[in-house]
């Protein structure tokens, strides 16, 4: 049989990525651990003693900021990484770089998770929708000019050389929402396809079942209403160990 759930797939959020790339004055960054040589030194250090770049995630340094003057809560994070094009598809210095990468965390854009045909091995339509709502789009270049600002500071200065991504020629707001649409990917926090409550529009119930059907939970982060403000990995964990009491039939916590 097949179960009509309209609900399902819609209200995709996630938080869009923009970035700035910096040349560093020196090797200050895991970016020559890419050449052979020093790869296989880090592979060895860490084989031997499980430390050194090799045990590294190269983005260990983040924090939030406020973008819009008229959020009750910081709503831009910032992801520092050791290195240049860490990431596929983000351009790699010659020299040793560094990345700072920014997202709007509050995005008002829904996009939408679509089933291309009945074969389930068949990828499914994926639309993000990333900047339907103009505001997302002013956010998210006010944060990306923020972290140009940051790595342009005079602290800084023994330590970057020069902005390399998007570069100085980039300089109006039209020019760096060009250079976001050109590089602009994904942070990896998809959420709310899946979404939970208790109106019509709802797929999932508070005890995250699923809204008509028996013995379905969903349990990830495709029940959030709204992707959280920071990574989702927490927050999921949180959801399985609820949905995991529930199931068990544990009561909650005295909250007196």
Not at 95 to 121: E, F, H, I, Q
Request: proline share 7%; charged share 20%.
């Amino acid at each position: 049989p097949v179960f009509d759930a309209p609900g399902v797939g819609s209200n995709l959020q996630d938080h869009l990525d923009l970035c700035t790339i910096s040349e560093c004055t020196g090797d200050h960054t895991y970016d020559k651990y890419g050449k052979p040589l020093w790869a296989a030194l880090a592979g060895a250090r860490y084989f031997l003693f499980g430390n050194g770049p090799a045990a590294s995630s190269l983005f260990v340094t983040g924090g939030f900021a406020y973008v819009d003057e008229n959020a009750a809560a910081p709503d831009m994070q910032y992801h520092l990484g050791f290195g240049s094009g860490i990431e596929a598809g983000i351009a790699k210095l010659r020299n040793a770089g560094v990345t700072l990468n920014s997202a709007y965390m509050r995005p008002r854009s829904r996009g939408s998770v679509r089933l291309a045909s009945a074969d389930p091995s068949v990828a499914p339509l994926i639309d993000p929708n990333y900047w339907a709502d103009p505001h997302d789009r002013e956010m998210s270049l006010r944060g990306l000019e923020f972290a140009r600002e940051i790595m342009a500071k005079p602290a800084l200065n023994s330590f970057v050389l020069a902005e390399r991504v998007p570069g100085p020629h980039v300089k109006s707001m039209d020019d760096l929402a060009n250079y976001a649409c050109a590089s602009a990917k994904t942070d990896h926090h998809p959420a709310g396809t899946c979404r939970m409550g208790v109106d019509g529009q709802s797929v999932i119930n508070p005890d995250l079942t699923f809204r008509g059907l028996e013995a379905l939970r969903v349990v990830d982060a495709s029940i959030m209403p709204n992707v959280i403000t920071g990574n989702t990995n927490a927050a999921v964990i949180m959801i399985a160990e609820k949905a995991a009491d529930m199931i068990r039939g544990r009561k909650p916590l005295s909250m007196n």
